[in-house]
């Protein structure tokens, strides 16, 4: 039944989490201001050595990133859980996992878009190249959606535990490592001077895998948590 | 839709509880046109049987069927008729009234406006309250105002009374009795006396 009545529900979840966003926009910073400390310690922590930060910038910026959308998760299905909001959902007739879709959506848009954009600021602090910015933030955009895609999946299984919290970062993080590696691999190989499209190419496989294949675990994990 | 075409019907409903037989072999059949009303003492199992309904939680034995059909095989069939207010009511407080009430509509054939809704029970002037400073029987009230905004011919009702005044809840019963005699079906639990007409009212101790 995903007719224009479920893209209204799609459109009317996006928009009213998008408002909730915004009556809570301090909430918002948190991640943002983690991803961008995170990052600017390490120069701190391993010396001003601008070959060697140049060297270690993907990887810390990619890892930085990871764990600051990882902190945002928890947050995804939990008000939506505790107020019944969710039961509503569940009990819309359109098809769950679209509208789980939107949820995702919001989230993303609210975690990872923003991460993605601060980037490549902080890369400029590493001394990285244009060139290899650019692949950073490519690399961040493809990125991102798939870590909130997995992430909605853990999520869903831990929302009805009270202390799901560490039980999720070790749910998330070892399907989180192919991004990591593909990810960081790519802006490596740029700031070498090698192509990169194989990896790219490999990275939007993987979103589209995401996009279309976790919705419906994690929609039928919320049914589970619910019940 | 002919009169008494919707049937809803349970057979042989179980629900077992942390290794606790909350009830066993429950039948029960309401036709458009009833009120089923479930009572027991707390703890009794009035809100899992409430969510089994609603297809939140299965059965640990037993069927249920709309109109004939298996509510298995219906699946998300089955909710475009079905309401449910829990005791949660799920809304969002830093949202305002209105802006609650036009999120539930996307999700369905409504069948008043916002403000006929609010109308009705009494909000009006509140459209852009946030529902965090909504009074406890206010918010309750919000939640059944969503109700009679969506066509929906099945209403599952927690407690629908629980903090409401006597006059929300004589105007309630009103809406309840109307919705009944448009075809309609309410399953509710309640520790009130309803001053529902005993004739349309099906009792079911738990």
């Not at chain 1, 996992?97 to 991460?115: F, I, M, Q, R, Y």
């Not at chain 1, 602090?125 to 991102?144: D, P, S, V």
Request: proline share 4%; with cysteine; charged share 15%.
């Amino acid at each position: 039944m995903a007719d224009s009545s479920t893209l209204n529900a799609f459109v009317a979840i996006v928009r009213r989490d998008l408002l909730l966003a915004y009556r809570h926009r301090a909430e918002l910073i948190n991640p943002l201001a983690f991803f961008v400390l995170v990052v600017t310690l390490f120069p701190l922590g391993v010396g001003a050595d601008v070959a060697l930060l140049k060297r270690i910038a993907p990887g810390v910026i990619w890892v930085a990133a990871l764990l600051a959308s990882l902190l945002t998760m928890d947050s995804l299905f939990r008000s939506d859980f505790e107020d019944g909001s969710l039961e509503l959902m569940v009990m819309s007739p359109h098809p769950l996992s679209l509208l789980v879709l939107g949820k995702v959506t919001a989230h993303w848009l609210l975690s990872g878009a923003p991460l993605s954009l601060v980037a490549p600021l902080l890369a400029m602090m590493f001394n990285m190249e244009a060139e290899a910015i650019k692949i950073l933030l490519l690399t961040l955009l493809l990125g991102t959606p798939v870590l909130s895609l997995i992430g909605a999946i853990a999520v869903a299984l831990t929302v009805g535990l009270r202390k799901g919290g560490v039980l999720l970062a070790i749910l998330v993080l070892p399907l989180y490592v192919p991004v990591l590696i593909f990810a960081s691999n790519a802006v490596d190989a740029a700031m070498a001077g090698f192509p990169v499209s194989g990896q790219l190419y490999m990275m939007s496989a993987m979103l589209f895998l995401a996009i279309t294949l976790t919705p419906w675990p994690t929609a039928a994990a919320l049914k589970m948590s619910l019940s | 839709m002919k009169s008494n075409s919707i049937v809803f019907e349970a057979r042989q409903l179980s629900c077992v509880r942390d290794d606790r037989v909350l009830f066993a072999d429950l039948d029960f059949r309401v036709t458009g046109g009833q009120v089923l009303l479930i009572e027991g003492p707390n703890g009794s199992g009035k809100t899992s049987l409430l969510r089994i309904l609603t297809g939140l939680r299965l059965p640990d034995e037993g069927e249920l069927f709309w109109c004939g059909s298996s509510l298995e095989e219906l699946d998300s069939a089955f909710y475009q008729h079905i309401a449910y207010v829990s005791h949660g009511n799920g809304l969002k407080d830093d949202l305002s009234v209105e802006e609650n009430l036009r999120y539930a509509r996307a999700f369905g054939e409504s069948t008043l406006t916002i403000d006929q809704a609010l109308e009705k029970v009494g909000l009006m002037g509140y459209q852009d309250t946030p529902v965090r400073y909504l009074s406890a029987g206010q918010r309750r009230r919000l939640a059944l105002a969503r109700l009679l905004c969506m066509k929906k011919s099945l209403w599952i009702l927690d407690e629908p009374f629980t903090s409401l005044d006597k006059k929300s809840i004589a105007t309630f019963e009103q809406f309840i009795q109307s919705h009944v005699a448009d075809n309609g079906l309410v399953v509710m639990t309640s520790h009130h006396d309803t001053g529902l007409p005993a004739e349309i009212v099906q009792k079911i101790e738990l």
